[in-house]
């Protein structure tokens, strides 16, 4: 939804933006896909150095170890899942963010279920949609979250974002009827169309220099801005300027992103978070997240009692503040603080990282090929006739639908959904998993699948 009204906004005037060049001569794109996250997408890590080792030899940074270790653990494996063979040469994609490029690799060579070993577990990789649909429909009763509420709890509390079970069903029957048409076309005129203006003010001056703009960057810092105004009211305005929330929350999204990949879970022992620097500048990011969205709270919480707020009927909007904050204690919900802080933040989080990348993607493919770009710029401009967007004209805007739905295949966000089994399980094709077993589903391999995309676009 955000993706198909932002990009109007940005399309219609493009034109002018790249008037006697190229698209490609003013943004520059990270070509390299985005890493594992928790919820979504965190962030770019640094790249990792390779340790180079001479033929025949071994390191213990080499996932060849691994794989014999995973292999003599299991010398009875009755699984039928075969266990891929990572090299040395997999190494920096595995830590440093490209996961899902050796897991695409692996998948053309095993098939499409195979187990990979990471550390002290192993995860069945699977890129199959039988399968996943089986372990997807299966949340709740032979399947958790696992893995993802481990690595980011630190930042989302009980946020319905890793909440499992019955609370997570609560939470997110509570959230979801704020998200509502009135709101949306609300959040259209008042924040998107805005913030995406601010945005293509920003571009002017690079444009009319011809110099280059880092648009994955630009695109993060939009989606922020509007996330920030729909959810709280709040603006981050980190398009034009740098505040300590804003370097708390990207802190805080690189940290989860770091846990997810990391070797030995150490930041699960108490005494090392108090003692190494990344554990305590997350922890120190974490509280002013939270002591902002607290405040946020309680003086929007002030303002409602004081006015003596209700919901009045099904799409009520407050036409002062028309943020999801706004409606949930209009709502007049009995929920503590802190369960409502959690919830924001895994809305945060998870919004606004998604939406820039669908964002991100879809402009750097658009670039690549000036005819569709044309196409997509033609069809702005029929239906906008000069005008800015409007919530109703997303069902008018077709082709562009397309492209945007043709950018999340290709690159999808998140690019892998993690799920472990909660008891011993049967995957179709008579594959078998034990209790504890760490389940990644490759959304990106689904996608590029052979099998099912026979023919079509891999760019």
């Known amino acids: 939804m955000a993706s198909s009204t932002l990009l109007p906004s940005l399309l219609s005037p493009l034109p002018t933006l790249t008037q006697r060049r190229t698209p490609n001569h003013h943004f520059f794109f990270r070509r390299k896909p985005l890493p594992l996250v928790t919820a979504s997408s965190l962030g770019n890590p640094p790249p990792r150095t390779k340790t180079k080792t001479g033929s025949g030899s071994g390191s213990w940074v080499s996932p060849d170890w691994l794989t014999a270790l995973a292999r003599s653990l299991s010398p009875r494996d009755d699984s039928g899942i075969p266990v891929a063979n990572a090299k040395l040469e997999d190494v920096s994609d595995l830590l440093g963010g490209a996961l899902f490029l050796p897991l695409f690799k692996w998948m053309l060579e095993y098939g499409p279920i195979y187990r990979l070993a990471a550390g002290p577990r192993n995860f069945v990789v699977v890129s199959d949609p039988a399968i996943a649909k089986?372990?997807?429909r299966s949340y709740g009763t032979k399947y958790a979250k696992g893995l993802v509420s481990e690595v980011s709890q630190f930042l989302f509390g009980s946020g319905f974002a890793i909440a499992e079970d019955s609370l997570w069903t609560a939470?997110?029957?509570?959230?979801?009827?704020?998200?509502?048409?009135?709101?949306?076309?609300?959040m259209v005129d008042k924040v998107f169309c805005k913030c995406a203006q601010r945005l293509v003010d920003k571009l002017r001056p690079y444009a009319a220099n011809g110099a280059a703009v880092n648009m994955e960057e630009k695109f993060s810092q939009l989606?922020?801005?509007?996330?920030?105004?729909?959810?709280?009211?709040?603006?981050?305005?980190s398009l034009t300027s740098d505040s300590p929330v804003i370097d708390a929350?990207?802190?805080?999204?690189?940290?989860?992103?770091?846990?997810?990949?990391?070797i030995l879970p150490?930041?699960?022992?108490?005494?090392l978070r108090k003692i190494i620097p990344r554990q305590i500048k997350a922890e120190k990011a974490v509280t002013i997240i939270?002591?902002?969205?607290?405040?946020?709270?309680?003086?929007?919480?002030?303002?409602?009692?004081a006015e003596d707020e209700q919901i009045d009927g099904e799409e009520y909007v407050n036409e002062s503040d028309p943020s999801v904050l706004r409606f949930l204690l209009a709502s007049r919900e009995e929920v503590g603080s802190v369960q409502l802080r959690d919830d924001l933040l895994s809305m945060l989080v998870a919004g606004h990282e998604t939406t820039g990348s669908v964002l991100?993607?879809?402009l750097y493919l658009l670039s690549k090929d000036s005819s569709t770009l044309i196409k997509a710029q033609q069809e702005v401009d029929e239906v906008l006739q000069g005008r800015l967007p409007r919530y109703e004209d997303?069902?008018?805007?077709?082709y562009l639908m397309r492209c945007i739905n043709e950018s999340m295949r290709l690159y999808p966000h998140p690019p892998v959904l993690i799920r472990r089994a909660q008891v011993a399980d049967i995957l179709p094709g008579d594959y078998k998993v034990n209790a504890g077993q760490d389940i990644m589903i490759s959304v990106y391999n689904i996608h590029r699948s052979p099998q099912f995309f026979q023919g079509v676009g891999q760019s």
Not at 172 to 185: D, G, N
Not at 223 to 237: E, R
Not at 249 to 262: F, I, M, P, Q, W
Not at 394 to 398: D, T
């Open 134 to 136: 089986h372990v997807l």
């Open 171 to 186: 939470r997110r029957r509570a959230v979801v009827p704020s998200l509502h048409k009135k709101y949306l076309s609300v």
């Open 223 to 237: 989606t922020l801005d509007v996330i920030g105004l729909s959810l709280f009211n709040y603006n981050f305005d």
């Open 249 to 262: 929350v990207y802190t805080a999204l690189k940290e989860a992103e770091a846990r997810s990949t990391d």
């Open 266 to 271: 150490y930041w699960k022992i108490y005494l």
């Open 290 to 305: 939270r002591k902002t969205v607290e405040e946020l709270i309680t003086k929007c919480k002030e303002i409602v009692e």
């Open 360 to 362: 991100t993607w879809t």
């Open 394 to 398: 997303v069902k008018e805007l077709k």
